[in-house]
């Protein structure tokens, strides 16, 4: 089986509901739903932090 990795932040996404979204609401097959949201790239860093705070 295929592993789709986010190319931003590397997560590996697993179901169609973590992927990351276009401005249109598709989904973006590139980027997790952590990385992109309605084609915006959301800030890596606090991602970053709050994965390391949560586990």
Known sequence: MKRN???N???VI???LDFGTN???SVNTDY???CLH???M???KTYKS???LHG
């Open 42 to 44: 959301k800030d890596l």
């Open 14 to 16: 697993l179901r169609l």
């Open 5 to 7: 990795r986010c190319l």
């Open 50 to 52: 709050r994965a390391v």
């Open 38 to 40: 309605r084609g915006q």
């Open 23 to 25: 401005r249109d609401l």
């Open 32 to 34: 997790c739903r952590h």
């Open 9 to 11: 932040c590397g997560r």
